[in-house]
């Protein structure tokens, strides 16, 4: 069995440098799905920073994986810019109402305060804590959702779809205030002195199409991203859920560190169309294989996410292709670590 020789502090700061490390770097995608672990229900993880905080230093106690953060979910910042969510006990948050029902009362929609509205003051105390517990064994960073996802909470996503179509100047109203109230959160979040990253389920090309994505969505990714290397001096990642492949070229050149792709996509073209200018992350499934497979269906998969993609030129790091589904044990996420260990271990081997 493979021993480790770095702490995850030590082993993302030599890869973060160039230099060598010991085994390949694993971050399952985690979050409030494995709230369960800790014996909460998800809608008091929702609303309380402790849990939050706990969660990602009860995960990271158990497997010890690259990077922990804390994330706004895709109805964070809408729910601060006036949308209603639902909070089930036992299921993830969904939008009841949204902020505006019909496209004239864009005009009034209001910029989100990060330290008053909504769950934003509940996130950041969480990251403060989560920090503060973690910092100097492991790296801790914040996601958000990117400004078209926002904007689908804040309108609905319907809406947002045809509205793009019928009245794209006041979608455009729109997305700069999303685009706004996401830049007044990551000014909060750079004064915590944490990293930063996208997850844009709306921009992939699984909802619309890259012409679409150009229009509405990309200018205002930049304009965040811009925001985020002027405030914390260094570039986001980004998670696009579903098919993203259309989009790889637009999206790196905004200036982002790192790519993380659906498990729909293939590492190797990745890796060809991107891999010498960001990091690519991905890919294992999370549903079919680490939640419903075996032991062996997740040692073979995350061998797999290895070989295609350990030597992209810019650096690799083993995920899932989205994140861990709700009800999935513990003990499968540790044999996704388990296999990152026998499999990830430099020089590699397979």
Request: aromatic letters at 6%; hydrophobic letters at 40%; proline letters at 5%.
């Amino acid at each position: 069995m493979f021993k480790e020789e770095m702490t995850p502090r030590e082993r993302m700061d030599a890869f973060s440098r160039g230099d060598e490390i010991d085994r390949i770097v694993c971050v399952p995608d985690m979050g409030v799905t494995m709230a369960p672990f800790i014996g909460a229900k998800l809608s008091d993880y929702y609303h309380s920073a402790e849990l939050m905080a706990n969660l990602e230093i009860a995960l990271f106690k158990k497997l010890g994986h690259d990077s922990v953060g804390i994330s706004t979910s895709l109805r964070g910042v809408a729910e601060a810019m006036g949308s209603k969510i639902a909070y089930p006990d036992y299921n993830i948050s969904y939008l009841l109402e949204p902020a505006a029902k019909n496209v004239d009362e864009i005009d009034s929609l209001k910029i989100a305060n990060p330290l008053t509205d909504g769950r934003l003051p509940i996130l950041l105390e969480a990251l403060r804590l989560t920090r503060d517990a973690l910092i100097r064994q492991v790296d801790v960073g914040a996601a958000m959702s990117g400004p078209l996802s926002v904007a689908a909470s804040v309108v609905g996503t319907e809406n947002l779809l045809r509205w793009m179509r019928k009245y794209p100047q006041k979608v455009h109203i729109l997305m700069e205030i999303v685009t706004e109230s996401n830049n007044r959160y990551i000014e909060e979040v750079a004064k915590l002195g944490l990293s930063i990253g996208f997850a844009d389920p709306v921009s992939s090309t699984s909802l619309i199409s890259p012409k679409l994505f150009r229009e509405f969505s990309l200018p205002y990714l930049k304009k965040n991203a811009q925001r985020i290397k002027e405030t914390t001096g260094s570039a986001p990642g980004i998670h696009i859920c579903g098919k993203s492949k259309a989009l790889w070229q637009d999206v790196v050149e905004i200036g982002i560190s790192n790519f993380s792709i659906d498990n729909i996509e293939d590492l190797e073209e990745a890796k060809e169309i991107m891999g010498d200018k960001v990091i690519i992350t991905g890919n294992v499934p999370p549903v079919d294989v680490v939640h419903l497979g075996t032991k062996e269906d997740i040692f073979n998969s995350v061998k797999d996410s290895i070989r295609k993609g350990h030597n992209s030129p810019n650096g690799f790091i083993l995920s899932t292709g989205c994140q861990i589904p709700m009800n999935t044990p513990i003990e499968k996420v540790e044999m996704f670590m388990e296999a990152a260990k026998v499999h990830g271990c430099y020089p590699i081997k397979l």
